[in-house]
């Protein structure tokens, strides 16, 4: 059965520095979503994109972050400068079209800021 | 605003016994609501969905909306139910849909 991959499993990083999270998608899938999950709080939802273009946008995604589907089966989160607050699992999802469309998510990444 | 609260973050019961994971809703549109379930080092993944009205390994979930409550029942649980359960509710907005999470039931089946 198809899933949605995340790479890598657990990232450290720098505070300051730049990281790129890494999904693929299902691959008939058009719809794709970053969620993120501090520890020991609710899942919250970053940004949604379709049609290579940013669907809705939270708050919390500011202009430090950014999304690309860079080639055909890649879909990235880039956070230009960590923050502390930035440490937590970032979850990649996907779905086929919207309206109660399943959204299947990835196993997610652990982002750790030091 | 639009919320969904789970008020039990821990619920501990014995196997064979009833099980109810409360959730409601707070928003001003027609809800779609979910549940999703992350068993231990796995993924979140689909339970049940409102508009399929189905019964998913003898889950299920009845909205009301003048209580606005989506809670997930299951009246014999199994050890292997033990797990974390999320309630959702999906919004449509400008041709994309995201959902917002509970914080989460920590479900705990005991022998």
């Known amino acids: 059965e198809p899933e949605v991959t995340q790479t890598p499993s657990h990232q450290v990083t720098q505070m300051g520095q730049e990281v790129i999270l890494r999904c693929v998608p299902i691959?008939?899938?058009?719809?794709f979503y970053w969620y993120r999950q501090i520890l020991g709080q609710k899942v919250e939802f970053l940004v949604s994109f379709y049609n290579n273009e940013i669907s809705e946008k939270s708050e919390i995604f500011d202009d430090q972050f950014s999304v690309e589907r860079p080639d055909g089966s890649n879909f990235t989160l880039k956070i230009r400068s960590t923050k502390l607050e930035d440490s937590a699992m970032y979850f990649c999802?996907?779905?086929?079209?919207?309206?109660?469309?399943?959204?299947?998510f990835g196993p997610g990444t652990r982002l750790t800021v030091l | 605003a639009q919320r969904v609260t789970q008020p039990e973050k821990l619920l501990s019961v014995f196997k064979g016994a009833p099980v109810e994971l409360k959730c409601n809703y707070s928003y001003s549109g027609s809800p779609e609501l979910f549940w999703y379930v992350q068993y231990s080092r796995q993924r979140l993944q689909l339970l049940l969905r409102?508009?399929s009205r189905e019964s998913i390994k003898g889950f299920t979930a009845d909205l009301n909306k003048g209580e606005t409550s989506f809670h997930l029942k299951k009246p014999f649980a199994q050890e292997e139910d033990s797990a974390m359960y999320y309630c959702?509710?999906?919004?449509?907005?400008?041709?994309?849909?995201?959902?917002?999470f509970g914080k989460g039931t920590k479900l705990t089946v005991n022998p």
């Open positions: 959702a509710l999906a919004l449509t907005q400008g041709g994309s849909e995201k959902l917002v």
């Open positions: 999802a996907s779905s086929v079209g919207v309206i109660s469309d399943e959204q299947f």
């Open positions: 691959s008939n899938h058009l719809y």
């Open positions: 409102h508009i």
